[in-house]
């Protein structure tokens, strides 16, 4: 349980101006889905403030996402995490209507089809059990299934596919976004345009957060959502958290021909593409050694020319005749140590709660994560799924849970 304000005995606070019971760092789709989540929980009835430094989200990863819902991971938990995010945006008017008017998510349950190389083939098998085993719908396809299902795809160095058949694909992850927002703002959230430079502990807990403003905001909680910047916020505690700025590019391109019934493509090679309103996104991580730390926002366009279009025309024959037509770039919450979110307290400022490090997939487990955090403030300990395996200990202790399925 969080540590309450200085005065307050039972039951949760009654705070004054200026003071809240729990701040929120980040007001993208995490920071929000934590607050909605709190500020729906009926046994908790305290202040939320919620601060963030971009407030029109221009630079914010969460309106810059293509995405996506999968539940084709190889960790336990995330596959959880992202069941979870397809029934919850599935059910989207029952949870984040305001005013009775619905969010409209755009869900486009068309999956995901992971293609796996003959040397990755028994990886995908087993990542397809695991899957499996929690309930993930997901059919495994040798070349001739995949070429009979998908036509169009050239399957020339595929041993085996992973297709999604439901829960999977992709929602308009502005609009996830501001859902979150506005429903969290309905129920009393404050949202605070302010960017945080420093915060008080004492004996042992946050006691109050510094803005650039001046101003100051006592608090019951804290929770780090600030995405990109998260390792600069633990840093104010004395937190060490390898939580990096990272780059990566969304490149949208044009195809003459159709290309029907197209899922999220991942290949061996590492890009990604799907459809997008007759169009297509595609992507692909940069090398390790060309992938720097950075908050920078411009466009390598020769990135599309030079590895891109090449790895579309040899999946896809179609792809040869493509015009790239517009390309943003966005920053990843990359975690370091393993890929894996770090998220619940740390573990001797029992006040300060992660929700950090998804590199690449906290739209898409936004929804479980904004429930396990509000969870951990109000209870002491998760009542859904078990996220404790994802907590700091393992980066103080070294101890990485490998996601083999990063895309």
């Known amino acids: ?26 007001g993208g789709v995490v920071g929000s889905a934590v607050a909605n989540f709190l500020a729906s929980q009926k046994d908790f009835d305290g202040r939320i403030a919620v601060i963030e430094r971009d407030p029109g989200y221009a630079h914010a990863a969460s309106a810059r996402s293509v995405g996506g819902i999968r539940q084709q991971f190889s960790t336990v938990e995330n596959i959880q995490l992202s069941m979870f995010a397809a029934a919850f945006v599935k059910n989207a008017a029952a949870h984040l209507s305001v005013n009775g008017e619905a969010p409209m998510l755009g869900f486009n ?39 009979a299902r998908f036509p169009w795809l050239n399957v020339e160095g595929i041993a085996l596919g992973a297709h999604g058949l439901e829960n999977e ?47 100051s905001l006592a608090c019951g909680a804290l929770v780090n959502a600030a995405g990109a910047r998260a390792d600069q916020v633990a840093a104010m505690a004395g937190v060490d958290l390898p939580v990096r700025p990272r780059k990566r590019q969304v490149f949208v391109f044009e195809c003459r021909e159709t290309i029907a019934d197209c899922p999220l493509v991942v290949d061996p090679s590492g890009l990604y593409f799907r459809p997008e309103s007759g169009r297509f996104l595609c992507g692909v991580s940069p090398p390790p050694a060309s992938d720097p730390d950075t908050l920078d926002h411009d466009v390598d366009y020769s990135v599309f020319d030079k590895t891109l279009w090449p790895l579309l025309a040899r999946r896809v024959v179609a792809f040869e005749s493509i015009k790239m037509v517009n390309a ?14 770090v998220i619940g307290p740390h573990p001797e400022i029992r006040n300060l ?32 799924i078990d996220l404790s395996r994802f907590g700091y200990e393992r980066i103080a202790d070294n101890a990485p849970i490998r996601e083999l399925n990063v895309v």
Request: proline share 3%; net charge positive; hydrophobic share 40%.
């Open 353 to 384: 709660f992660f929700a950090n490090g998804f590199s690449g997939h906290g739209l898409q487990h936004s929804p479980g994560v904004g429930r396990a955090v509000a969870e951990l403030i109000t209870f002491g300990k998760y009542r859904s």
């Open 109 to 147: 349950e068309a999956g995901y089809l992971f293609l796996a190389a003959p040397d990755k083939s028994n990886r995908l098998r087993a990542n397809h059990e695991i899957q499996i085993r929690n309930g993930a719908t997901i059919a495994l396809m040798d070349p001739d299934a995949l070429a």
């Open 1 to 26: 349980m969080f540590e309450r304000l200085a005065g307050q005995s039972g039951g949760v606070s009654k705070t004054s101006a200026g003071s809240y019971d729990v701040v929120v760092v980040g």
């Open 169 to 215: 694909g992709w929602v308009d992850p502005y609009s996830l976004l501001m859902a979150f927002r506005n429903k969290a703002r309905s129920l009393g959230t404050d949202y605070i345009s302010g960017e945080v430079t420093g915060l008080r502990l004492k004996n042992g807990a946050v006691v109050s957060v510094r803005l650039a403003s001046g101003e």
């Open 328 to 341: 943003w770039a966005c920053t990843y919450a990359y975690n370091t140590l393993d890929q894996n979110a």
